[in-house]
């Protein structure tokens, strides 16, 4: 088959089995059986708590967790103190972002759904 911008005007009317003035309500609940409604899939959302500890399963964020442990059993203050700080803003950003973009993804279906 030819892609679709190939083909004339009669041959996609004659391929999707329709006409210039559509589908007949027939039609459409026939393909409905067929196909299901047209609708968006609900994705399943994760809760807060689990965007937050999602934000610590990273390879790197859990290397420099056991640094900051070593840090703290080797009498070493400062600089566990000054990475500990970084990676909870780090986990605080992301945490704040991944939970803005679930917000915003909320938003736009419901306005789909309009």
Not at 102 to 112: G, T, V
Request: glycine share 4%.
């Amino acid at each position: 088959m030819h892609e679709w911008y190939q083909l004339t005007i009669a041959e996609v009317l004659k391929e999707l089995k329709t006409s210039l003035q559509g589908l007949t309500n027939a039609q459409v609940l026939l393909m409905q059986k067929e196909f299901g409604k047209n609708v968006l899939q609900e994705a399943k959302q994760k809760s807060e708590f689990a965007i937050l500890i999602g934000q610590f399963k990273d390879a790197m964020i859990i290397t420099l967790m056991l640094a900051v442990i070593i840090s703290f059993f080797v009498d070493e203050h400062t600089d566990p103190f000054v990475t500990l700080a970084i990676l909870i803003g780090n986990e605080w950003i992301g945490f704040c972002q991944e939970n803005n973009a679930k917000e915003a993804m909320r938003m736009l279906q419901k306005m789909a759904a309009q």
